[in-house]
């Protein structure tokens, strides 16, 4: 790889990292402002408990309103849960990052 390539490739790194890092200021200051309620996510131990616990059916519609970063409907798709898995995100971040992430696990998440 010459010195070029390696300078844009993290020339690159760089700018996703600061987008990822003004859009979560960006969040922060829409918290402050609207006095909304903020992102925390779900803990892998509650989910992984209602997956277990069967409380959900493995077919039909599972819809979650205010999915965050979509971590509980990924994990449902991984746990065999045939959907669809529909999941509403209205603040900007953690709705990008579940869309990062549905893209990247290839799951069969929608996320609007």
Do not use: N
Not at 83 to 93: D, I, K, N, S
């Amino acid at each position: 790889m010459t010195a070029i390539a390696v300078q844009a490739l993290l020339l690159l790194i760089l700018l996703v990292i600061t987008a990822y890092l003004v859009a979560l200021l960006f969040e922060f200051v829409r918290v402050a402002k609207k006095g909304e309620v903020p992102f925390v996510p779900s803990a892998t131990a509650v989910i992984r408990a209602v997956i277990e616990a069967g409380a959900l059916p493995k077919e039909g519609l599972i819809l979650d309103l205010g999915c965050g970063d979509g971590k509980a409907l990924r994990m449902l798709a991984r746990a065999g849960y045939k959907g669809p898995l529909v999941g509403y995100e209205r603040a900007f971040f953690p709705w990008f990052h579940s869309k990062f992430w549905s893209a990247f696990d290839r799951s069969s998440v929608l996320v609007r």
